[in-house]
């Protein structure tokens, strides 16, 4: 597990404000899951765009669940609920959003994001290679960097596993250079060709 940085692929968030929130918005529940999701800014930054666009009693029915195996550091939990980030992991995140969502803290060159982002986002950890989703009925799954590191077979079957877990016409969202094996491919309409947004068929 590493630090990465807020709004770090931005035409991926684009995607998920113009594809996935107008087909959720009006649920009663609106369920994502964020796979891989680091030190946290992914699941942060999806928080905002969905804020974003989303009025205030819709935003309260939002719920973003972070999970990531972190092998090699006991800082998980306490980076991620503390919502405290160095400045540099902040720097690509837009200056509007940036003066809404976050403030200084205490600690010089931190700083912290806001309790509304933080309160919609839980954190646990989970290995994908178990095949058990930590749940069901989500809108939308987002998992990046960490397909890069499992074998074609176990790709293969995270991705089914994905699909399950996926409401009917819940959204896939992956890495621009991870390409949906052909295994898969049927079990998904791909979106728009500049970002690897996929939609349950």
């Not at 999970?67 to 200056?95: A, M």
């Not at 058990?132 to 790709?155: A, M």
Request: with cysteine; hydrophobic share 35%; glycine share 4%.
């Amino acid at each position: 597990m590493a630090f990465t940085f807020f709004f770090r692929d931005l035409p991926a968030l684009h995607a998920v404000r113009d594809y996935v929130i107008p087909e959720f918005r009006k649920n009663r529940y609106i369920n994502v899951w964020d796979a891989g999701c680091a030190m946290g800014p992914e699941p942060y930054s999806v928080a905002i765009i969905f804020k974003e666009a989303l009025g205030y009693y819709e935003f309260k029915r939002l719920q973003i669940y972070a999970t990531d195996l972190d092998e090699e550091s006991n800082e998980f939990g306490k980076i991620l609920l503390e919502g405290t980030y160095p400045e540099e992991t902040i720097k690509r995140i837009p200056k509007d959003i940036l003066r809404k969502y976050f403030s200084p803290n205490n600690k010089p060159g931190y700083f912290k994001i806001a309790d509304e982002i933080m309160h919609c986002v839980s954190f646990q950890k989970h290995d994908l290679r178990t095949l058990q989703p930590i749940r069901g009925y989500f809108c939308l799954i987002v998992c990046k960097n960490v397909l890069l590191h499992l074998s074609e077979s176990e790709r293969i079957n995270v991705i089914r596993m994905y699909h399950k877990s996926l409401v009917y016409g819940g959204f896939f969202v992956t890495e621009q250079t991870q390409k949906m094996p052909k295994e898969t491919e049927h079990l998904f309409k791909h979106m728009t060709p500049n970002v690897q947004i996929f939609q349950k068929r």
